[in-house]
């Protein structure tokens, strides 16, 4: 694996972020989670990103 192969493939990896909430913000989440068929992870994840397309979008 080349230098260009790895730099592509780090900016791709996901990085962890530690992330506390109340218990009933986790059970929101999960219970939108399993309504919508996806991991709590994927949930936060989609979540974050349309939250970010939002903003993106009134500024633009």
Known sequence: MGKEDKAA???KAKKQVP????QKLYDEIAQW???DFRSMNGQIEYLLTECVKRRKGKKE
């Open 9 to 11: 493939e780090k900016s």
């Open 19 to 22: 992330l506390r909430l109340s």
């Open 33 to 35: 989670a399993e309504d």
